[in-house]
């Protein structure tokens, strides 16, 4: 930060990024001068005897040690200025650029002597046929260097940024924001497969718009954003440890007691009706996921319930969007124990904003159950980014009310399934007195909540229980609305249940202020990262890193500065204060829906025999929750679980670990 300059344009790398690519093309060229020089050795002397054009070969083999030295040499130079001073202190680096821009003007005589030696080595005017030298040894060395030239002119390309001509002063026009949205949707209608979709141009459209609007004007590149997500990491845990030693609570306990959390809640909302439907949930990721859960035995699972040859049989239940041996429809068997008698309705069709749901009866608590999936495939997430909020019109609902545009599309899309198949209708004759429930995972929870507003004033008396479910869904007012017919189950730091367009828009100023806070070099920053995913982060890397190494201050009489975040965040805005409100992409912001409990994996030591040590005190991992709300969940919290919190799974055995426990003693951590 901030991005190259070279010949007139931007590109997608900073002056500082060049230290481990310089480092790998260092290691490649130094081999291949090795492997060179050594046929030099042992086959120059031979070709003074070639019947033809050995000279051609001497010069050759000399003019590539020499393009060779050259080339490390200046990659030696630019490693060395490149990894100069901290992230910003870009003067450190003024003769990045120029030396980079002599190393890539170096590739045209490169390319041009290579063109020479191929025609020489492969033109017939080379004859070296003795026993102890063959032409072929020289022509395996062109062949290679051209693998070299190769991989070099794809690393330009993959920084290649086709707006980088663009004025940094325009950069906020709407003329340009619209120039941009027009390069990512020609990026995302390269998914060819995807134009036919009926909602492709709008989600196209919405999401390019987005994606344009989250970082423009900002001049990161995406070395930055890994290297600030590393910082924020660290100035989390900073935080945290600060507010520890302080004693500081910072938000209510959690108790592994179910009835003292459970007490106050309606009947439906159990832990036992929330680990019955979290596993049907799973059930609808079909058979992909019992590949998955069952890496060794899935096959034989799936192959037992196919369905062979279903394309030419009479079909009892509608099943569309599968295959001809209904391969899905056997992984939702498998996962879910239910009978083909007992699937009302199964579509496997995945378009933009159109997403698989299967509607069951299940007879274990009488109900008639729509289940949506959730997130499996590149449409699923370009309907997970299509994340504006939009208007929302529904009976029951105040004007004015919004939500997840994608979702909002995929709701109506299934409603119209509904209707038209007359599905619901079917069902209920079948079993009049069950109830109507609604539940999905991640995705499918954010539509199972939108779905259920749609459904309501027909079936006043519907549940949803929603797993995972993204931040970034409703507005306040609906999200109030919710808490009487949603229960929303999450666990750890899912990533997901924080993540939505405002809470990207704050991440992406916690990764300024992180950038600009860092006093390290930011392939330092880079290798520490890798060393804290394997061993941790120590203690010692919570102030070395930054230039102000106060998170917390306190004074006598005043109460203690708890929020950092804000006060960065301000500094950040005097920072950017002529652009910030143009930076808000989205007009509403958008909260998650239901009535939220959040689970925790803690650790708790048993106590030991006087005389123990620590280290023989046994360590048991343990689940806590509590009753959240949704304005906890408005911050991205960069942790290492926040990919593995958000699987199905972990709600699972978070669900099960906590019945299990149900007769244990309750104990209260501040995590």
């Not at 070099?521 to 982060?537: A, D, E, H, Q, S």
């Not at 009489?557 to 006060?567: D, F, H, Q, S, Y």
């Not at 652009?579 to 958008?590: A, E, G, N, Q, V």
């Not at 199905?648 to 906590?658: D, F, G, M, Y």
Request: charged residues 20%.
């Amino acid at each position: 930060m901030p991005a190259i300059k070279l010949f007139g344009r931007k590109w997608l790398a900073a002056t500082d990024d060049l230290v481990y690519p310089g480092l790998f093309e260092i290691f490649i060229r130094t081999v291949w001068l090795i492997l060179i020089g050594s046929a030099c050795v042992r086959y120059y002397q031979y070709t003074w005897s070639c019947q033809l054009g050995g000279e051609l070969v001497r010069v050759y083999l000399l003019g590539q040690i020499t393009f060779l030295a050259v080339s490390i040499l200046f990659m030696l130079i630019i490693v060395r200025h490149s990894a100069k001073g901290c992230i910003m202190e870009t003067c450190a680096r003024k003769y990045v650029e120029p030396l980079l821009t002599v190393k890539i003007l170096l590739l045209l005589p490169e390319i041009s002597w290579n063109v020479l030696g191929s025609l020489w080595m492969f033109g017939g005017r080379v004859e070296c046929n003795y026993d102890h030298y063959t032409v072929g040894v020289v022509q395996a060395l062109v062949l290679f260097d051209w693998i070299l030239i190769g991989l070099t002119i794809f690393g330009l390309a993959l920084i290649f940024d086709p707006l980088g001509s663009l004025a940094e002063k325009n950069l906020e026009t709407l003329a340009e924001h619209s120039k941009a949205s027009r390069v990512w949707i020609r990026r995302m209608k390269f998914f060819w497969w995807m134009r036919k979709d009926e909602s492709a141009n709008e989600t196209f459209q919405h999401v390019a718009g987005l994606i344009s609007a989250l970082f423009r004007g900002t001049d990161l590149v995406p070395s930055d954003v890994i290297a600030g997500s590393i910082l924020l990491r660290i100035r989390q845990k900073r935080e945290i440890h600060e507010l520890r030693r302080l004693n500081v609570p910072f938000r209510s306990p959690y108790t592994s007691d179910v009835s003292a959390i459970i007490s106050d809640a309606p009947s439906w909302m159990s832990l036992e009706n929330a680990l019955h439907y979290i596993k049907l949930a799973i059930a609808c990721y079909g058979w992909l996921f019992v590949l998955y859960k069952n890496i060794c035995t899935g096959q034989l699972h799936i192959i037992q319930n196919l369905t062979c040859c279903a394309c030419f049989r009479r079909k009892r239940t509608t099943i569309t969007g599968d295959n001809c041996c209904y391969c899905y429809l056997a992984g939702v068997k498998v996962l879910s124990d239910l009978s083909m008698d007992d699937i009302v309705y199964a579509s496997f069709k995945n378009h933009l904003c159109e997403i698989p749901f299967c509607v069951v009866l299940d007879h274990k608590t009488n109900s008639i159950v729509i289940i949506i999936r959730g997130s499996l495939s590149l449409r699923d997430i370009l309907t997970d980014i299509a994340a504006d909020s939009n208007i929302f019109e529904c009976e029951g609902l105040p004007p004015g009310s919004a939500a997840h545009s994608g979702m909002i599309v995929g709701a109506k899309v299934i409603l119209k399934q509904l209707n038209n198949h007359k599905i619901l209708e079917r069902a209920f004759n079948m079993q009049p007195t069950y109830n109507l429930v609604l539940t999905g995972h991640s995705l499918g929870a954010g539509v199972s909540v939108l779905l259920g507003f749609l459904l309501r004033p027909q079936y006043p008396n519907l549940k949803v229980y929603a797993f995972a479910t993204p931040a970034g869904l409703v507005s306040r007012e609906v999200a109030k609305i919710t808490e009487e017919f949603v229960l929303t189950i999450g666990t750890g730091d899912d990533f997901v249940m924080r993540l939505s367009v405002d809470s990207t828009e704050n991440l992406r100023i916690s990764l300024l202020t992180s950038l600009n806070a860092c006093r390290l070099p930011k392939y330092r920053v880079v290798l520490n990262g890798l060393g804290y995913m394997l061993f941790g982060i120590p203690e010692r890397d919570l102030s070395k890193t930054w230039t102000n190494c106060n998170v917390i201050t306190t004074s006598s009489g005043v109460t203690p500065l708890l929020n950092e975040r804000e006060a960065m965040r301000a500094e950040e805005s005097n920072k950017y204060e002529r652009d910030i409100t143009k930076r808000r992409f989205s007009k509403t912001k958008l909260y998650t829906g239901g009535k939220i409990l959040h689970i925790i994996q803690c650790k708790s030591e048993e106590k030991q025999p006087i005389g123990h040590s620590k280290k023989q005190k046994t360590k048991e991992k343990k689940y806590q929750m509590r009753w959240a709300q949704p304005e906890e969940f408005t911050e991205l919290i960069v942790m290492p679980r926040m990919l593995l919190d958000h699987l199905p799974e972990s709600i699972e055995r978070a669900l099960t670990a906590l019945l299990g426990e149900q007769n244990d003693l309750p104990y209260y951590i501040d995590p």
